[in-house]
T-cell receptor
Framework: QQKVQQSPESLIVPEGAMTSLNCTFSDSASQYFAWYRQHSGKAPKALMSIFSNGEKEEGRFTIHLNKASLHFSLHIRDSQPSDSALYLCAVSDQGGRALIFGTGTTVSVSP | AQTIHQWPVAEIKAVGSPLSLGCTIKGKSSPNLYWYWQATGGTLQQLFYSITVGQVESVVQLNLSASRPKDDQFILSTEKLLLSHSGFYLC???????????FGAGTRLSVL
């Protein structure tokens, strides 16, 4: 069973700074790696995903994947108060039946 | 128009009482459907998934059951609620062969 852990548990970031979130997983056979964002009281929404080793950038968001290290990360450039949320990383399970979510990182961006 | 609709929005129930939560998907043919549970501020724990009508696989039961009576409907239920059932229940869908999960707005359940 895939195990997915996130660090840190919570983070306070000044507005305009870089936010960096980490996710480790236990099974390198997974094919799909994603970040979801959940604002308080709302449903999670997919932010970005990646399938192979490397880096992918979309606007202020960059995702890095290193399968050999069993690690992927999300970086948010020029963080805004609207980025304050719970961030969940997700990894596909072996059978592709669903996503296994990480433990979550709560991000607060202070104006 | 909203693709996924969950009901009810919130419930306050007594320990030992029954529960039924529902989820309807519109405009998508034969979606894969999922139930997740989330403790306050916590991670998403997958409960059940279904790839076709009448077939439901359990991941973690937590004294709950699920059914898919129609292609566009997924039901989560129990005959006897426990305090530990409190939390946020989320239904999600995705199309076969795709990876992104799309979540409903969720049902917040308080068991007292």
């Amino acid at each position: 069973q895939q195990k997915v852990q996130q660090s840190p548990e919570s983070l306070i970031v000044p507005e305009g700074a870089m936010t960096s979130l980490n996710c480790t997983f236990s099974d390198s056979a997974s094919q799909y790696f994603a970040w979801y964002r959940q604002h308080s009281g709302k449903a999670p929404k997919a932010l970005m995903s990646i399938f192979s080793n490397g880096e992918k950038e979309e606007g202020r968001f960059t995702i890095h994947l290193n399968k050999a290290s069993l690690h992927f990360s999300l970086h948010i450039r020029d963080s805004q108060p609207s980025d304050s949320a719970l961030y969940l990383c997700a990894v596909s399970d072996q059978g592709g039946r669903a996503l296994i979510f990480g433990t979550g990182t709560t991000v607060s961006v202070s104006p | 128009a909203q693709t996924i609709h969950q009901w009810p929005v919130a419930e306050i129930k007594a320990v030992g009482s029954p529960l039924s939560l529902g989820c309807t998907i519109k405009g998508k043919s034969s979606p894969n459907l999922y139930w997740y549970w989330q403790a306050t501020g916590g991670t998403l724990q997958q409960l059940f998934y279904s790839i076709t009508v009448g077939q439901v696989e359990s991941v973690v039961q937590l004294n709950l059951s699920a059914s898919r009576p129609k292609d566009d409907q997924f039901i989560l239920s129990t005959e006897k609620l426990l305090l530990s059932h409190s939390g946020f229940y989320l239904c999600a869908w995705r199309l076969g062969g795709q990876n992104t999960l799309y979540f409903g707005a969720g049902t917040r359940l308080s068991v007292l």
